[in-house]
């Protein structure tokens, strides 16, 4: 490092302010002799300094638009803190979980209750329904070695609910009556309180709601669920929610997504009839809704 004398930075201090006072008087006398000059001038500036420019204006840019080293690291920043508040709301739902599982083997301990062993069940995919007795159905393909048998009357269900029943089982396929079909009834539970009531099908995109209790229509969003009246289907079952429509009748919207259906499960449950039994008394009443829908 060169070390200059006390003299000498005084001297350089002292003449800095005169000499760029005289330059800056020489760049107006310039500029007034020569128009273009200062264009020329700024010009030649921009296009020695635009490459410093980019340079420091590119981690700037990076951060702002959230790419780039700066950026991923504000970004991850970010995602960290909504992890660790997921996280911490995790370890609170299991704690209750863990609770809630101690508390329900402690209440199956002092009940002596046995768990129902697990339906068996089978795999298939859905495909192409090129028509048939009923107005709503689909085809399943069965897994090769499938008891037709055992699937007489198996309820089929997507991954988020009921979707319908067999009706028909050959060895490779199977016909599942869906359960907004108008030859589908089927006794369910409303709400918390397992109010009884008869979903049944209309061919149209939601089933309706028959004889619930006198004085206690269905809530608005209450959950339906099967009930194991009549030995058609188990008890508990998730078939969908409760909505009133325009004309203000309660329908059900189903949890299975039967406009897409790729995938179905058919399970075997062992007090299932081998088809399903159609409720004669209700074809007049749900006529007469259907005709009242249609005005």
């Given at each position: 490092m060169i070390r200059l004398s006390v003299p000498f930075r005084q001297a350089v201090s002292r003449l800095t302010f005169p000499v760029m006072?005289?330059?800056?008087?020489?760049?107006?006398?310039?500029?007034?002799?020569?128009?273009?000059?200062?264009?020329?001038?700024?010009?030649?500036?921009?296009?020695?300094?635009?490459?410093?420019?980019?340079?420091?204006?590119?981690?700037?840019?990076?951060?702002?638009?959230g790419t780039g080293a700066i950026g991923h690291l504000f970004a991850l920043n970010s995602e960290n803190a909504h992890l660790r508040a997921e996280n911490a709301s995790l370890l609170q739902w299991q704690a209750v979980a863990m609770a809630l599982e101690a508390q329900n083997d402690a209440l199956k301990a002092t009940l002596n209750y046995t768990p129902p062993a697990a339906p068996a069940f089978s795999t298939g995919d859905v495909v192409a329904d090129l028509g048939g007795v009923y107005a709503r159905s689909v085809l399943v393909?069965?897994?090769?070695?499938?008891?037709?048998?055992?699937?007489?009357?198996?309820?089929?269900?997507?991954?988020?609910?009921?979707?319908?029943?067999?009706?028909?089982?050959?060895?490779?396929?199977?016909?599942?009556?869906l359960i907004t079909d108008l030859n589908s009834r089927i006794p369910v539970a409303l709400g918390t309180s397992g109010a009884p009531a008869l979903m049944t099908g209309t061919n149209g995109a939601d089933p309706a709601l028959l004889y619930w209790a006198p004085g206690q229509p269905p809530a608005e969003g209450a959950m339906v669920l099967t009930s194991s009246v009549g030995g058609a289907f188990p008890p508990g079952l998730p078939v969908g929610v409760v909505h009133y429509d325009a004309q203000n009748d309660p329908i059900v919207l189903p949890l299975a997504d039967l406009d897409s259906l790729r995938l179905l499960r058919l399970f075997s449950y062992p007090d299932n009839l081998p088809v399903l039994t159609p409720i004669p008394h209700t074809?007049?009443?749900?006529?007469?809704?259907?005709?009242?829908r249609k005005k």
């Open positions: 006072l005289m330059f800056s008087f020489a760049l107006i006398l310039i500029g007034r002799a020569d128009q273009g000059f200062a264009d020329r001038l700024r010009a030649g500036l921009d296009d020695l300094l635009a490459p410093v420019y980019a340079v420091i204006s590119a981690p700037v840019q990076a951060a702002e638009s393909v069965l897994p090769p070695g499938t008891n037709p048998a055992a699937l007489a009357g198996a309820v089929a269900m997507d991954g988020r609910g009921v979707a319908g029943r067999v009706v028909e089982a050959g060895g490779r396929s199977a016909r599942v009556l074809v007049a009443k749900t006529a007469a809704v259907l005709h009242h």
